[in-house]
């Protein structure tokens, strides 16, 4: 997939087939309608685009769909994107932000307080 990024609408149906693995196009249009009120020929084109970019495979017969990237490797990307795109690449002014505006409870500080001991560079 490389550095692609997926929209909004492409991460919905990432997440449709993570929860259905194996679906096929035609139950993931189902799944979509249910759950995201999206018509048929939506699901397909972002089913589509999907494919295009390498997150999905579909085989045949069936249009059988299985993900190609994990939920942990595209929120990774995800979370490097917005790092660059809103901080400038800043980890310290991502969580300022959340500090900021009392977002960090003092279980997430104490929590982020470990993991930084955890990968402090050493040397």
Request: hydrophobic share 40%.
């Amino acid at each position: 997939m490389g550095s692609t990024k997926l929209f909004e609408s492409e991460l919905k149906m990432m997440e449709l087939l993570w929860h259905h693995e194996g679906a096929s196009a035609k139950e993931l249009a189902v799944q979509a309608a249910q759950h995201l009120s999206w018509n048929k020929n939506t699901a397909y084109t972002v089913i589509r685009r999907l494919v295009d970019k390498g997150a999905i495979r579909r085989d045949e017969p069936g249009f059988v769909c299985h993900s190609l990237v994990t939920r942990a490797e595209v929120g990774h990307k995800q979370a490097k994107n917005v790092l660059q795109s809103f901080f400038g690449g800043s980890v310290r002014a991502l969580f300022a932000s959340f500090m900021d505006d009392g977002g960090l409870s003092q279980e997430d500080a104490a929590e982020l307080r470990r993991l930084i001991n955890e990968h402090e560079p050493k040397g």
